[in-house]
């Protein structure tokens, strides 16, 4: 039983640093425009789907996919920025319909383009187990993209804390107003966080890829769960993401070891209900100050 659940945790540490990759990108931009992207998860399968056609079409290792996924990716997703751009009023409500609209068209392009049929990598490296300590398990890319997602999260709170760009992208989302009298631009400031969301979820989708699988109505899920690590983190928190996201997975692969993986989202949704009703402002948010 101990070896179950140490297996458990472990597997639970590594799907967390991916879950986290798959948030951070919402996360940033909920955190700039206090708008949810429902079409993220979409731009993460869409990812996913690139890497699929280079290495099925063209023999390229999914990896190598990574900078035609960044491009194509982070420019669908400053085109939704666009889109969203041309909302004037109810913002809020009027931008969930949008980008939820959007994810409905990119599922049904997704769906047309290469059909329902559930995708997964045919490289053997990638699946290939590596143990620890014989009694630990995990496959290459389960534990080369844990290590990229810590990596990456690490790379964005150092980008958010010390750079001037971070700094801005932190400013807009404080006060708006103000960040325009410190002569930031909030128009490129947006841009760069979706552009930045994209470049996250085209690393997040080849991850998905080459240790899970894809299909067209995945988008959805993934979705949903990046906003539920999102708001359990608290708002604006690039840590949070990543505890948020570790702690959801460890609750996942624990509850599919000592009970069933049928409860696994029921055991999720509790845990995240549990911590906003103690924590309203997420595990590290920032309480509001009442004036």
Do not use: C
């Not at 993460?44 to 890497?51: C, D, E, T």
């Not at 280079?54 to 999914?62: C, Y």
Request: no cysteine.
């Amino acid at each position: 039983m101990f070896d179950l659940v140490a297996q458990s945790i472990f597997s639970g540490l590594l799907a967390g640093a991916y879950y986290a990759l798959i948030a951070l990108g919402l996360a940033l931009v909920f955190g700039t425009m206090r708008i949810i992207n429902m079409a993220h998860g979409e731009l993460v399968l869409l990812a996913g789907y690139i890497a699929y056609t280079a290495e099925s079409r063209f023999g390229l290792d999914p990896v190598a996919a990574l900078p035609l996924a960044v491009a194509i990716v982070s420019l669908t997703s400053v085109i939704v920025y666009l889109l969203l751009t041309r909302i004037k009023t109810d913002r809020e409500i009027n931008s969930l319909i949008l980008t939820f609209g959007i994810a409905i068209i990119l599922t049904n392009g997704i769906l047309m383009a290469w059909s329902a049929d559930i995708r997964s990598t045919s490289s053997s490296w990638y699946l290939d187990a590596v143990i620890i300590g014989d009694t630990l398990f995990a496959m290459n890319s389960e534990i080369l993209f844990g290590i990229v997602g810590v990596l990456v999260i690490g790379a964005i709170w150092w980008w958010l804390s010390k750079s001037w760009y971070g700094r801005a992208l932190r400013a807009v989302a404080s006060n708006r107003d103000a960040a325009k009298l410190m002569g930031i631009d909030p128009r490129m400031t947006e841009i760069l966080s979706f552009a930045l969301a994209g470049l996250l979820a085209a690393i997040a989708g080849i991850a998905l890829y080459t240790g899970k699988v894809i299909e067209p109505s995945l988008g959805h899920a993934l979705t949903v769960k990046a906003f539920i690590i999102t708001v359990l983190a608290g708002l604006g928190s690039v840590p949070g993401v990543l505890v948020g996201a570790i702690l959801i997975a460890v609750a996942e692969s624990l509850t599919a070891t000592l009970w069933s993986s049928a409860l696994q989202g029921l055991v999720a949704m509790v845990l995240f209900l549990v911590v906003l009703l103690v924590m309203p402002s997420g595990l590290f948010g920032r309480a509001k100050r009442r004036g």
